[in-house]
Structure formats: structure tokens, C-alpha cells
């Protein structure tokens, strides 16, 4: 996934996501504010099967969560776009052997392009 970029009046800001738990980083002292304790970093992946249901009422949260998912334990990704009605509709499969099973569809997409 590619980092987040915030655009403040006076300067451009870009940091990496999924390391917001890092001195440093923009964020730092927010996740310091959830008082999560250390954030564990984890050796070995989760080996079985994972089941994800979706609804098309999902939310971005909800997204950057499937999207993170679908990284995460799922196979042989591929994502596409469809043109319907003059309108660039996103989609994505992956591979039925994944350790990811992914039930029904969201209406919410990133705003890549």
C-alpha cells in the first residue's frame, strides 16, 4: 500500500501507515494517546482459514481493513477496472486457494487511480 500523503497549507507530509507506532513518524504522538501499550510484531503469519464478510453499506474503515486483509492473506491478487454507465467501477479477485474467503462486495473503493 502506498504511503499516506496530508497536504497542510504550508507543506506536503508522507509517512508509512502501518508504522504509525514508530518515534518519528507524523502520527507518533496520537497512537501514544490510544495508550495501546506496545504493538506487537508478530514472527509467523495466522495459518487458517479466514472468512471476510462484506456489505456494499461498508465504511472507508471498513475498507482500509479489507484492503489490509486482502494484503495480508491473500493470494495471487489482481485488480482491474470496468467502465459501466461512463463510470470507472473498481474491482479485485483473489485466488480461491487463499487463506482469505471473501463474502460479498463493498461500495467503497480507494480514490487510486
Not at 497542510?8 to 497512537?31: A, L, M, P, T, Y
Not at 504493538?39 to 481493513?65: C, D, Q, R
Not at 454507465?85 to 487463499?98: A, L, R, V
Request: glycine share 8%.
Amino acid at each position: 500500500m502506498k504511503n499516506i500523503e496530508k497536504i497542510d497549507i504550508n507543506k506536503i507530509s508522507n509517512w508509512d501507515c502501518w508504522n504509525e507506532d514508530q518515534e518519528g513518524v507524523i502520527n507518533f504522538d496520537r497512537v501514544k494517546m490510544l495508550e495501546l501499550g506496545d504493538i506487537p510484531k508478530y514472527e509467523t503469519k495466522y495459518t487458517g482459514k479466514i472468512h471476510l464478510y462484506m456489505s456494499s453499506v461498508n465504511s472507508s474503515a471498513a475498507w482500509y481493513f479489507i484492503t489490509y486483509m486482502i494484503y495480508a492473506f491473500g493470494i495471487n491478487i489482481k485488480r482491474y477496472t470496468k467502465k459501466y454507465y461512463g463510470q470507472n467501477i473498481k474491482f479485485g479477485t483473489i485466488d480461491k486457494n487463499s487463506q482469505l474467503v471473501l463474502h460479498g462486495n463493498s461500495a467503497t473503493s480507494s480514490g487510486s487511480k
